[in-house]
């Protein structure tokens, strides 16, 4: 069984930092791209930010030079750094792997950014 599970999120004010976190656990965690995504009410999900198990990373246009994605294969986690957070960054983000030809998904944890 793949379980994904995020942590971090919050309310923060526009301009604010969090830090988010899943742990993932079921898989051989170094060899897989990790995701995550983010779905804001009455909005499609959108991929914020991709990084493979080479350490190689992907931005969604609207989070560039502000979130960074990062890993640690050691704990079998994967982090994303939001910075200079906007009113419409807020959402739930929910972290995913596909693993085994399989979609997996965390349940998620809710960002919300107002003042």
């Known amino acids: 069984q793949v379980h994904l599970v995020e942590a971090g999120g919050g309310l923060v004010q526009p301009g604010g930092s969090l830090r988010l976190s899943c742990s993932a656990s079921g898989i051989n965690f170094k060899l897989y791209t990790m995701d995550w995504y983010r779905q804001a009410p009455g909005n499609q999900r959108e991929l914020v930010a991709t990084?493979?198990?080479?350490?190689?990373?992907n931005y969604g246009e609207a989070v560039k030079d502000r979130f960074t994605i990062s890993r640690d294969n050691v704990r079998s986690r994967v982090f994303l750094q939001m910075n200079n957070l906007k009113p419409e960054d807020t959402a739930v983000y929910s972290c995913?792997?596909?693993?085994?030809?399989?979609?997996?998904w965390g349940k998620g944890t809710v960002v919300t950014v107002s003042s």
């Open positions: 990084i493979t198990s080479d350490g190689i990373t």
């Open positions: 995913h792997v596909v693993a085994r030809s399989t979609h997996f």
